[in-house]
T-cell receptor, first 115, second 116 residues
């Protein structure tokens, strides 16, 4: 079975600094995808970034980058130059390709950006 | 131009009632999903439909019945509502999964259900 672990219930970061949100996963399947979603206080789920298990390079999308360490089974999200609007809940999720597009989510990390 | 929309946004109802939540997507996607987010913010998939066909059915009580009249709509009907059904229900959609492809799921705004 697939499992996603986010060990940080909450994090603080100073505005303009970088922050890393941890995510580890557990699967023996070779084909999978890893996703990060942001959920602000308004409640919607916003897709941020994706990493496929066969991707050679770490994914980047603007200020978001995914630090993918396959051997350690970790897919940490790095947010550079934090902004007040980055304050939100962040979810890591995994899809095992053999189960179709079913996402399994971690428990989430609440990020607070301080001014 | 809303991509994935849900109605209603808020739903307050009494135990034992039957209610429906509607979801529509205008992204041209083939696959739609229902997720439940509980009070601890834990998010779990309930159902998935691909071209009106049920493809994922997690361990969900029979009181929950999804219905897909066409591939742009996936509604969720809940019979005999219980206190434990109180949660936020998210609809999502994506392209159909292809080998090695990125089929990002795009979420609706959520429906906050409160059962009294």
């Amino acid at each position: 079975a697939q499992k996603i672990t986010q060990t940080q219930p909450g994090m603080f970061v100073q505005e303009k600094e970088a922050v890393t949100l941890d995510c580890t996963y557990d699967t023996s399947d070779p084909s999978y995808g890893l996703f990060w979603y942001k959920q602000p206080s308004s409640g919607e789920m916003i897709f941020l970034i994706y990493q496929g298990s066969y991707d050679q390079q770490n994914a980047t999308e603007g200020r978001y980058s995914l630090n993918f360490q396959k051997a350690r089974k970790s897919a940490n999200l790095v947010i550079s130059a934090s902004q007040l609007g980055d304050s939100a809940m962040y979810f890591c999720a995994m899809r095992l390709d053999k189960y179709g597009n079913k996402l399994v989510f971690g428990a989430g990390t609440i990020l607070r950006v301080k001014s | 131009d809303t991509a994935v929309s849900q109605t209603p946004k808020y739903l307050v109802t009494q135990m034992g009632n039957d209610k429906s939540i509607k979801c529509e997507q205008n992204l041209g996607h083939d696959t739609m999903y229902w997720y439940k987010q509980d009070s601890k913010k834990f998010l779990k998939i309930m159902f998935s439909y691909n071209n009106k066909e049920l493809i994922i059915n997690e361990t969900v009580p029979n009181r929950f019945s999804p219905k897909s009249p066409d591939k742009a709509h996936l509604n969720l009907h809940i019979n005999s509502l219980e206190l434990g059904d109180s949660a936020v229900y998210f609809c999502a959609s994506s392209r159909a999964l292809s080998a090695g492809g990125l089929e990002t799921q795009y979420f609706g705004p959520g429906t906050r259900l409160l059962v009294l």
